[in-house]
């Protein structure tokens, strides 16, 4: 009940600091020019073309979209999400706000857990609204209904969580909505994209052992988001996936960060 | 019975990060609050009654020592069921609502949304804020904070509630309903840990205190015991002259402060109505005697003035 009062505390928070409408606004944009671009004559001609081919060309045609769509919903939780949630964790610690949620009867674990779970859930729904509508309209339009499109939910809710445990762990030591940014967009922008592309252009470059060794150190402990997006288009695109390892390892690295923020706020004094 | 219990508590912060020099904010603390008491805790600016307030309630941890709430020791959060808390400065999300504030507060303190609802409503008649209770909380002046704070408090109907400068930006009629509020819910049995600056509102309104001086108890007791009267008598009287003034002080010790007033100490009414008697047959018109209070003001600051 006090978890769940905290979880829904964030979504209030959300909505009162208008981030909830902010993605609402965002995704509705998004979905109208979505709506508009299957719906001008070159697209629909393109459509008739594809139908004309059969099942197989629609297909192609609506899993091209969804591969669009992908990217477009990958930039936005990245660029807005990010951005939104990173003042919760500063705003909690805030002074005489920390000390009234520390002396109420709910451990400093499940405070953690609380808002990384209601940042999560944010981040949800609003997938569910963005990404629902647009399958809605695209399957409706093509008459395709292709469920695995939904999946991608589940596959951005994912990435969008192993950054947000980073997030949260440096709103913690910082408390600083500013860093927490930088450094989340630093990874996710420069760091993850470099270590994605090391061997076909890095390792090309450097053949040094030992920097590839530390290169690819980097890699295997920090989150990997390009390779969840990979699956994720190797999933609705229905190609095989080569290996799981990006997501398990990104899984670790989500636990392993929040055991740390776990720790660390259990030891601070406020 | 105790409801708080500390033994030997110290809490010592590292002065910088990473520094290895220490402060002590709490040196070897002990005392007790009793069940049904309004305890206040006095003490100037760094004496660590934050601090102590904040161990108390698992804010802060303790460098060392003991410390039982209820009986118990504070290792889990289940006696935070128990207890209210108005932090000093405190800062409630203020995109909340006062009626969202108490909504908020009393489910975090575990309570149902039924239970929370009615509370809420008795409550804020009580802090004079029902009207109000619709408004943004930014809206709020800082009374208004203050008073909606004590609501929030209470909401859990505790037994122990902490109380960091409660009165802090109250006007004068809403720090006598403060205290009025805090006099029921001692009458109801509750335990009330008071820290205020204001020393009169404390006198008024504690049982006992505790004075803390960097970090450590300087002294406790109750506050009749400690604010006791003492043996100087203050007179006020006609203009003596030189000589008069003289022989007072020769002969009953006074201490003159001006030609129509001074101070007579003795334990002795006999030897101050000899006193009265000099004056008169002197044809001193006297026009007041009054024993000195020692107030806890004066105690406090000499207290803490001979421990500097």
């Known amino acids: 009940m006090i978890f769940l009062t905290l979880v829904l505390s964030t979504f209030r928070e959300a909505v009162a600091k208008k981030i909830f409408l902010g993605f609402f606004a965002i995704s509705t944009l998004v979905i109208l020019i979505f709506l508009f671009l299957i719906n001008v004559e070159s697209v629909e001609g393109m459509v008739d073309m594809m139908g004309a081919a059969g099942d197989e060309g629609i297909r192609k045609l609506v899993i091209g979209f969804e591969v669009a769509m992908i990217d477009i919903s990958y930039l936005l939780i990245i660029t807005f999400c990010l951005i939104s949630v990173s003042s919760f964790i500063p705003s909690m610690l805030e002074k005489g706000n920390i000390d009234l949620l520390l002396s109420k009867p709910i451990s400093r674990t499940n405070i953690i857990l609380a808002k990384f779970t209601g940042g999560v859930m944010l981040v949800f729904f609003s997938l569910v609204y963005l990404i629902g509508f647009v399958w809605i309209i695209l399957s409706s339009k093509s008459g395709f209904w292709h469920f695995p499109f939904l999946y991608t939910i589940l596959w951005l809710t994912l990435s969008f969580a192993i950054i947000y445990s980073l997030i949260i762990f440096i709103g913690l030591v910082s408390q600083s909505t500013i860093l927490s940014i930088l450094v989340s967009f630093f990874l996710v922008f420069i760091v993850c994209p470099i270590l994605y592309v090391r061997e076909a252009t890095i390792f090309s470059l450097v053949e040094n052992n030992v920097v590839q060794f530390i290169i690819n150190f980097f890699y295997y402990i920090l989150p990997k988001p390009n390779d969840i997006n990979k699956i994720t288009t190797d999933i609705i695109t229905g190609e095989e996936v080569n290996s799981y390892m990006p997501v398990f390892s990104s899984i670790l690295f989500m636990l392993a960060v929040l055991s740390a923020s776990v720790f660390y706020f259990k030891k601070k004094d406020y | ?308």
């Open chain 2, 1 to 308: 019975m105790s409801i708080i219990t500390t033994k030997n508590l110290s809490k010592e912060y590292s002065s910088k990060s990473f520094s290895k020099e220490k402060i002590l904010a709490l040196n070897n603390f002990s005392f007790e609050v009793e069940s049904g008491e309004i305890f206040g805790i006095l003490g100037p600016n760094g004496a660590g009654k934050t601090t102590l307030i904040k161990i108390l309630l698992g804010i802060t941890h303790r460098t060392k020592g003991e410390v039982k709430i209820f009986d118990n020791e504070i290792n889990t959060e289940a006696y935070k069921m128990k207890v209210g808390y108005l932090p000093e400065n405190h800062k409630f999300p203020n995109y909340l609502n006062g009626e969202q504030v108490m909504e908020f507060y009393g489910k975090m303190s575990g309570m149902s949304s039924a239970d929370v609802g009615k509370k809420t409503n008795d409550l804020l008649k009580l802090v004079d804020m029902e009207k109000w209770r619709k408004t943004k909380i930014k809206k709020y002046s800082k009374g208004m904070l203050q008073r909606l704070g004590l609501a929030q408090a209470m909401i859990n109907d505790p037994e122990l509630i902490f109380l960091d400068e409660p009165t802090d930006g109250v006007d004068p009629i809403g720090r006598k309903e403060i205290r009025d509020i805090l006099e029921n819910l001692k009458d109801r049995g509750k335990t009330i840990f008071l820290n205020s600056h204001l020393l009169s509102e404390v006198e008024l309104i504690c049982d006992r205190v505790a004075i803390m001086h960097k970090g450590s108890l300087v002294k406790s007791g109750r506050v009749d015991e400690i604010t006791h009267i003492s043996d100087n008598y203050i007179i006020n009287c006609s203009d003596v002259s030189e000589v008069i003034m003289n022989r007072l002080m020769m002969n009953f010790k006074a201490t003159i402060l001006s030609i129509n007033e001074f101070h007579f100490k003795t334990d002795n009414i006999d030897e101050l109505n000899r006193l009265i008697d000099f004056m008169r047959q002197n044809n001193i018109l006297i026009r007041g005697i009054q024993r000195e209070k020692n107030t806890l003001e004066n105690m406090f600051i000499n207290l803490i003035g001979s421990q500097n």
